[in-house]
């Protein structure tokens, strides 16, 4: 079992940063690749970017690409997503979840935590 919680979330005028952390907890949770995801209302929930356990493969959403980096901090057991030159249209709810694999679908995810809003706006 992996437990996720996010935090870092708020409200950023556009061109502005955040940094969004994901704390893992669980005997086996550095093992697993954690991925970032959000959901804009009214769609679909959408992969941003993620980082496989060990061997540090990243991937990340055309959209993010260039303005968005993931990192991982296996002692304090966390992950963090740098969101830099921020849009209005990455204005959402972003969520973290681990899998066993790199992923960049939702079925492939099995834990969740809870979301933190992000948004972006003059």
């Known amino acids: 079992q992996v437990q996720l919680v996010e935090s870092g979330g708020g409200l950023v005028q556009p061109g502005g940063s955040l940094r969004l952390t994901c704390a893992a907890s669980?005997?086996?949770?550095?093992?697993?690749?954690v991925g970032w995801f959000r959901q804009a209302p009214g769609e679909e929930r959408a992969f941003v970017s993620g980082?496989?356990?060990?061997?540090?493969?990243?991937l990340y959403a055309d959209s993010v690409k260039g303005r968005f980096t993931i990192s991982r901090d296996y002692a304090k057991n966390t992950v963090s997503l740098q969101m830099n030159s921020l849009k209005p249209e990455d204005t959402a709810v972003y969520y973290c979840a681990a899998s066993r694999t790199l992923a960049a679908t939702v079925v492939d995810y099995s834990y969740w935590g809870q979301g933190t809003q992000v948004t972006v706006s003059s």
């Open positions: 669980g005997r086996t949770s550095s093992n697993y690749a």
């Open positions: 980082i496989s356990g060990r061997s540090g493969a990243r």
